[in-house]
């Protein structure tokens, strides 16, 4: 269920809930643009009239995780993307052919689709990983997720997080639209996801259109007890002309410690490098749309095997060694573990995350529940099990 997966936080795993029902309101003519309903704008985003989009994209993340040692997530990663602001640089040319850099303060990590081609650069420590993905056309998660850079699964494209928000619609959610309004210097078309469910965590999910290209250029997600955005992806500027073909050629620099991954064909694409996610095993799915709750059981077993894998990984010894991504989502994990606070109840005991927009429940006899629900929903949960 991978509808609003960018929710759950870096490192503590598993992904969640889905919802909605279509409730069409006419646009506002506002800036001369022709009112259009919920309906029509849902049919439109899946007639964009742009293949080639490139810009710069800025995220924003407010989602009440614990304070992490520096470095742990830092900008210029894919875990930094759950924290404060970050800064991207975006060029695609079709489902196949994508560049994303994102920036740090001192370092740069660039994800490089050609085809089944994905290369990962990082200059911090000049290493460069190479993977080959499945031909999946249109598969907006493939490029990047089977390079097992994913592991919080947060969107770093307005794309992505549009893509997401739409597998989000069930008959829990009412959608509307806002009227129209500006984003990068383009007229856009609003929609708004407003679930109808007073367990969930998620209060609405705005989504911005450019009402001529049909391209989502900004998705924000409300939280029910903040009032800014817990999340924003969306462009600063953008430019819907033919990239460079060399923006997606890789050499790696001389010096730079290259690794190659080969594919495994039984192994997922989008899981085969995300060790700390259970192989193949199915979650237990309690409730419906926005407030499902998910239960599985660790990979490692207990949360002292969970802290001692981690603690490996970063010592680059045991199941991670060789796979950077993994090692620092390993590590990324044993952070944010040791900095949730140990409580119990009814369920157990073990580890507690009360987020902006998702709750996870780690127990230390080695079973996770997370959701876009309070922890309150997710002890009464494991308690039933």
């Avoid at 810009?55 to 924290?83: H, K, N, Q, R």
């Avoid at 990983?129 to 493939?142: F, M, N, W």
């Amino acid at each position: 269920r991978p509808a609003l997966r960018w929710a759950v936080p870096a490192g503590a795993t598993l992904l969640f809930v889905g919802g909605a029902a279509l409730a069409p309101l006419a646009a506002n003519a506002d800036a001369g643009l022709e009112p259009r309903t919920a309906e029509e704008l849902l049919v439109a985003l899946q007639e964009p009239s742009a293949t080639a989009v490139s810009g710069t994209v800025v995220t924003s993340a407010e989602l009440g995780l614990p304070d992490l040692p520096m470095g742990a997530m830092s900008s210029g990663s894919a875990a930094g993307l759950a924290s404060g602001e970050n800064t991207l640089r975006v060029w695609t040319d079709g489902p196949t052919r994508q560049r994303l850099a994102m920036l740090g303060r001192a370092s740069e990590t660039t994800l490089i689709r050609n085809g089944e081609q994905v290369w990962v650069w990082s200059s911090e420590g000049a290493t460069a990983d190479s993977y080959q993905v499945p031909d999946h056309e249109g598969d907006h998660t493939t490029w990047s997720e089977g390079a097992g850079l994913a592991g919080a699964d947060l969107p770093s494209t307005p794309q992505e997080a549009a893509a997401m928000a739409l597998e989000a619609i069930d008959p829990t959610t009412e959608v509307t639209t806002s009227g129209v309004g500006r984003v990068a210097g383009r007229d856009v078309y609003e929609l708004v996801l407003t679930p109808n469910d007073p367990q969930t965590l998620v209060a609405r999910v705005t989504l911005a259109m450019d009402a001529e290209t049909n391209i989502p250029l900004r998705v924000r997600v409300y939280a029910t007890t903040i009032p800014d955005p817990a999340y924003e992806v969306g462009f600063s500027s953008v430019d819907y002309s033919t990239p460079d073909p060399a923006l997606f050629e890789f050499s790696a620099p001389p010096g730079a410690t290259v690794t190659e991954h080969e594919a495994d064909p039984g192994k997922d694409a989008t899981t085969a490098d995300a060790p700390m996610l259970p192989a193949g095993q199915e979650p237990t799915v309690l409730g419906t749309g926005w407030s499902t709750v998910l239960i599985m059981d660790l990979p490692t077993g207990s949360l002292a095997d969970l802290a001692e894998a981690g603690m490996r990984a970063e010592a680059d010894d045991g199941p991670f060694a060789g796979h950077r991504g993994s090692q620092d989502a390993a590590g990324t994990a044993l952070a944010l573990l040791e900095a949730l606070p140990q409580e119990s109840g009814a369920w157990g005991t073990g580890r507690v995350l009360r987020g902006t927009l998702v709750s996870a429940i780690l127990t230390d006899d080695g079973r996770i529940a997370v959701g876009a629900v309070d922890s309150e929903v997710l002890g009464a949960a494991l308690a039933s099990q």
